[in-house]
């Protein structure tokens, strides 16, 4: 038996808008509502909406037999409240299907694991709160930013209680071993491990509707075919991908619709064949154990981490935002830290990339500025503007050569004495 286990990630940042340096000091509206209003309209009717709709068609059509998992980041659920209602109760309906499982990560879509730990923790169990909010579920299964993994996050994720987690199955990796299979970490012993086939993953994802590749058009039973081969070589198939690969990256008119509608029936011909959520896929034993010293993750051709850590303008950018974290909670500001926590999102690193060739291109694609120096110099101008409005809710005495005092202007109250660690304030 070999199980497909379809895994697709929605996610919308909180894009910041055009801040000039002139704007520091005068301007505390930092994100561009109107474009990510238009953003999220504009998905909502090429992918969101329809796609949805096809899922739920596909459910009960099959009566249960086709069943996908989501993880559903805080940042597009409350664009979805705010721009979308009518998104979020279709994936209120699939999530009452019983055939849909919610996967967790962190609220804000950010790297707070490699920065701040206990930032790392808020986020997840906002989240936590955030689907059982809309969802009524409590997720078992975790999913860091960008599936970025290492044998670290193995034991954490761990020891916060979760039973899987997904990461990318690179082959440097994987090496000899096959992605199709279940695995436990050498570090986290009762956590089990869901390996991307990042291969048969990206078939769909990037290279439907590729021209020049050689198995294009891909049709249904071609592909069905691919999965079949698995059969007696592996348990379970994960294919992650992103959902927006559905009419926004794969646009309607290249059949990817047709292709995914068609799908289920061509592969459940097949009795050996079945779907599961990843939740599911779990119960499968674990064939070995993955040692993941280095960071991975699935973005570009390296899939480490160069995508958002890897020039002198990201690693800037990213110590001061978490250089501010002690400053932004000392002003117990809740719109303070709610546009700190929006800063912690990846995508804004993501613009900064100065990669080029084929991973550059993929950049330049999802960035909104011109070039990535435009992305740090607005960053930066925003993170100024941050600075001053904490300078107006606390105090920051220094009580040596290395030390300073965090005193709440309103209260009076003694925050903290802490290192001075951010070269802005």
């Keep these: 038996m070999v199980s497909i286990c379809f895994y697709f990630h929605v996610h919308q940042p909180h894009r910041i808008g055009h801040y000039r340096i002139f704007d520091v000091g005068e301007n505390k509206e930092y994100f561009d509502d109107k474009k990510n209003k238009e953003i999220i309209e504009k ?13 739920l ?8 037999k086709f069943k996908v998992s989501f993880s559903i980041t805080g940042t597009f659920i409350e664009q979805l409240e705010e721009f979308a209602p009518e998104v979020l109760d279709s994936f209120k309906k699939l999530a009452k299907t019983g055939c849909v499982e919610f996967v967790s990560e962190t609220y804000y879509h950010s790297l707070s694991f490699l920065y701040s730990k206990k930032e790392f923790v808020k986020q997840v169990k906002m989240q936590e709160k955030l689907l059982n909010k809309h969802f009524k579920v409590k997720p078992k299964v975790f999913r860091n930013t960008e599936l970025i993994f290492n044998n670290e996050l193995a034991k954490f994720i761990e ?18 071993k096959s992605p199709d299979f279940v695995y436990g970490n050498v570090y986290a012993k009762k956590i089990k491990l869901l390996t991307k086939n990042y291969k048969l993953s990206d078939d769909i994802a990037f290279r439907f509707s590729n021209k020049g590749w050689e198995h294009h058009p891909l049709s249904v039973e071609k592909y069905v075919k691919w999965l079949n081969k698995v059969n007696g070589n592996g ?56 040692d993941m010293h280095d960071y991975v993750s699935w973005a570009d051709t390296e899939r480490d981490l160069t995508a958002w850590i890897g020039n002198k303008i990201q690693d800037t950018s990213l110590k001061e935002l978490y250089a501010l974290e002690k400053y932004v909670y000392a002003t117990k500001n809740k719109k303070i830290i709610d546009d700190w926590r929006k800063l912690t999102t990846s995508d804004h690193f993501y613009y ?28 930066m101008n925003v993170l100024n503007d941050l600075v001053l409005r904490i300078k107006k809710q606390i105090d920051i005495k220094k009580i040596g050569k290395n030390e300073v005092k965090l005193i709440n202007k309103e209260s009076g109250e003694l925050i903290e004495i802490s290192e001075k660690p951010s070269s802005l304030i």
């Design 43 to 55: 998905i909502t009717g090429k992918c969101y909406l329809p796609m949805n709709n096809l899922l």
């Design 57 to 64: 068609k596909l459910i009960n059509k099959h009566k249960g």
């Design 352 to 379: 900064m990339c100065t990669k080029y060739f084929n991973d550059g291109d993929v950049h330049k694609y999802f960035s909104p500025y011109d070039s990535p120096y435009d992305a740090y110099i607005n960053f």
């Design 235 to 290: 348990n379970v198939i994960n294919l992650f991908m992103d959902y927006e690969t559905f009419g926004e990256h794969q646009w309607e008119d290249t059949g990817i619709f047709k292709f995914m509608e068609k799908l289920p029936e061509e592969l459940l011909k097949n009795k050996d064949n079945n779907f599961v959520t990843v939740s599911e896929a779990l119960k499968y034993p674990k064939m070995g154990d993955l």
């Design 159 to 176: 020891e916060m209680g979760y039973e899987g987690i997904l990461c990318e199955g690179a082959d440097r990796i994987m090496k000899w």
